[in-house]
């Protein structure tokens, strides 16, 4: 079921944490070259080869792959009232929370007349993907629009994969919910060629490139944000899902084996990893993995995740070593199941969201919490933070220095650039300053 790390005894290094993470079998790198394929054919090809690989991969031809408008208020009209209601919730949570993450504009006065400001730009134009293969993901609509709406992005499209089961249109509750958060540019382009359509524009479809692309998605999406980075802005690389409960043995063993389950159902390549500094605690979520994992609906793919190389059961002598563990893998959902939740999170660093507690699961953030549910995959969550309004924001700072301030300041500058051997530097501040 899970294969066993034993760090019991023993006191890696840093680097020997980094080759214990079991990354492998889920590395993003290994569908570059794939995805690399199918960006550079909609590049050259655009509406052409989007046609011809929803043919290909999504096993459907959509009748167009810009939806019309009037398909999408036709499925809020026809959309189900109760999850009506359960959308609308989690869109005022998720709003609520993603304008607190917009910072105000700061203003540094440096001296008499030397002020430097910074303020948060929107990016102009943005692509939103929103996956559609092994599930659908009207939840991440929601969690790619609001943030981008918070942080005042003008122009939004967004992408979904054709749904052969809906004649190739994108899923009805997808395209509800975009006309329920106002989106009316939307296209049923799914994959690595939906990346690469943001990127580079498709002129047939009046699709213009976007600033930054954003949303999660397989492994060819994520590599495929990974090639377009060069001539946009990516979020980060929100792929197969991961999970990392630390638990003692105070914890719930079928609440651990129930979100690791929860996590694992999302894709064969998805990571459950429990790290625990109890043995006999182990073997109860192992029993209680085994009894939910037979019962589950997709099955399948629950056990092939957690038989995969990329989920493992971590035995620890202590959760002080549970925390050094947890931030060399950089778990995109933390979880901390201990007796002093507290405690464990004083000793983290790295994780894309943390869960804390019994009654705080990853299912509540993946739907109803207000936090974002699209959340650095593959160990990023050690450098990259997950999709917030400052996603869409830049930094951008303004020098406003009178004559006086500048004046005070322009021997350092004089002699910074004579170091550099940038003379012209300097004459450019004494150009207004002759007597400096
Ligand atoms: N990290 C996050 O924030 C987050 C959030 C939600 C979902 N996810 C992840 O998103 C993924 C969703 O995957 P999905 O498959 O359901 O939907 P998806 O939309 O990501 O992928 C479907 C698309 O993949 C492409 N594709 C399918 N087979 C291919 C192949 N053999 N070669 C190249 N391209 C191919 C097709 O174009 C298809 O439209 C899961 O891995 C899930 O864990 C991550
Ligand atoms: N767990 C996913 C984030 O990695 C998000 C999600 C959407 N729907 C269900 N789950
Ligand atoms: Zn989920």
Redesign the pocket.
Known sequence: MLRTIDLRGTRPTQRELLALVPRAATDVSAALE?ART?VEEVREHGEQALLA?AER??RVRPPAIRVPESELREALDALDPGIRRAIESTIERVRAASAAQVPAPERTVLADGAVVEQRWQPVARVGLYV?????V?PS?VVMNVVPAQAAGVASIALA??PQAAHGGRIHPTVAAVAALLGITEVYAM?????IGAFAYGVDELGLDPVQRVTG??????AAAKRVVAAVTGIDAE????DILVIADDAADADFVAADLISQAE??E??ASVLVTDSEAFAARVLERLTVRAAATKHRERVLAALGGAQSALVLVDDLEQAAAFANAFGP?HLEIQVRDADAVLAGIENAGAIFLGPYSPVSLGDYAAGSN?????GGQARHAAGLSAATFLRPQQIVRYDERALREVAPVIAALSAEEDLPAHGEAVTARFPEV
């Open positions: 794939t199918l690989q991969l999504d996956p559609g293969g092994k599930a993901y991440s979904s994969p799914g994959g690595a060629g939906a999660p998605g397989n492994v060819y999406v929100a792929g197969p899902t999302h894709d390549l998805a995109e549910h699209v959340l650095p995959t």
